[in-house]
């Protein structure tokens, strides 16, 4: 069974760009994102990792590491991140996993055999400080990702894991959040003593507490 919402995030040893590194204790007490992208010296792939380069700073502030993977040696990804530096103007500024024998692939189910079964799909793995899985999404691989919604994603599970509240359709940071069902009336009375905007008696907005 593939892995899903809440499971340990399997770990791993893996050669990167940045030398062998044993994923859970990389990630330590981070926030991590693992994404896969199918191939290198490939289009689609070139302009995620440069975005990805260039939100680094973004992730940084959410305290999240970032880690690739493709199933390419080392050599490789080191040749094409220069190709990514002169097209996207940054190179990749986190480790890429060399996944040549498909282990990581095949233990994360990156690999989709009515895709392709040479290549992974767009996986991306978001995974919190105890190692669990917080989100996945799959994409095609002629699709590439928009990574602002990652940010957005991570700022929604990152208030929701600290606060007892969920976020509404194309929520974004700063804006009001919905008090969670579990949250009685009485409850919601404590903690927000100056009340709530209620359009329906079960849906309940408050102005988003502070995310730490
Ligand atoms: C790409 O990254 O452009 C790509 C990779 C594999 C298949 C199609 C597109």
Redesign the pocket.
Known sequence: MSLQLGDLAPDFTAQTTEGPITFHAWLGNSWGVLFS???DF?????TELGEVAKLKPEFEKRGTKVIGLSVDPVADHVAWSRDIADVQGQAPNFPMIADADRRISLLYGMIHPSASDS?TVRSVFVIGPDKRIKLTLTYP??TGRNFDELLRVLDSLQLTARHQVATPANWKAGQDVIIVPAVSDADARARYPHGWRAPKPYLRFVPAPPAI
């Open positions: 992208h199918p191939k490939t289009p689609v792939c070139t290549m691989a002629s």
